[in-house]
């Protein structure tokens, strides 16, 4: 089912725990302003639903449809979370595959010590353990279709945020009056 219009964007955010997926969509919000919907894993996952992340989640389908309810509304869209490629890359793929407007997919990669390092500052810190962090890790947990542009961890927030926006196009467009 078609989705979205040639006009909207669709940005997928992925990468591991602390890469900075949630402050790269806030910093893409905060410069691009109204008309730009946040679709967040953790968001829908965690707080809307209070459930586990495993295959066949209920937040999968969730996040596809707020998405999708995005994009056919005029909003432009970035989906963001760890998004694990045996979990979510199905939904991911049938997304991009019905967007009529441009998409750009991102994976954050930072290597297992930074994320850590980030991790420590988080206010969830106290909640997740070392070991846990290290269960969820995934070095490069890419969709198999080469689709993601790959960010290294030398890249810093105002450059992610800045590239995201140059290579989307949106730095080009004005704000939804919404």
């Not at 602390?18 to 919000?29: D, E, I, T």
């Not at 008309?35 to 596809?64: F, K």
């Not at 939904?91 to 595959?97: E, I, K, N, Q, S």
Request: proline share 5%; charged share 25%.
């Amino acid at each position: 089912m078609v989705v979205g219009t040639e006009e909207t964007r669709l940005i997928v955010l992925r990468g591991n725990s602390a890469s900075g997926k949630s402050s790269v969509a806030a910093g893409l919000r905060d410069r691009f302003g109204r008309g730009l919907a946040l679709v967040g894993q953790d968001n829908l996952r965690r707080t809307v639903l209070r459930e586990r992340d495993r295959p066949g989640a209920a937040n999968i389908g969730l996040i596809e449809l707020t998405a999708r309810y995005a994009l056919d509304a005029g909003f432009h869209v970035v989906v963001e979370g760890i998004l694990y490629a045996d979990r979510y890359g199905e939904m991911l793929t049938r997304l991009r595959a019905d967007h009529r407007g441009p998409t750009h997919c991102y994976y954050l990669h930072v290597p297992f010590e930074q994320t850590l390092a980030r991790h420590a500052g988080k206010p969830i810190a106290h909640e997740v353990s070392e070991p846990q962090l290290r269960d969820w890790y995934r070095e490069l947990d890419l969709l198999p279709d080469g689709s993601e542009t790959v960010i290294g961890p030398d890249s810093t927030l105002a450059g992610t945020v800045d590239r995201v926006l140059r290579e989307t196009g949106l730095a080009e467009l004005p704000p939804l009056d919404r």
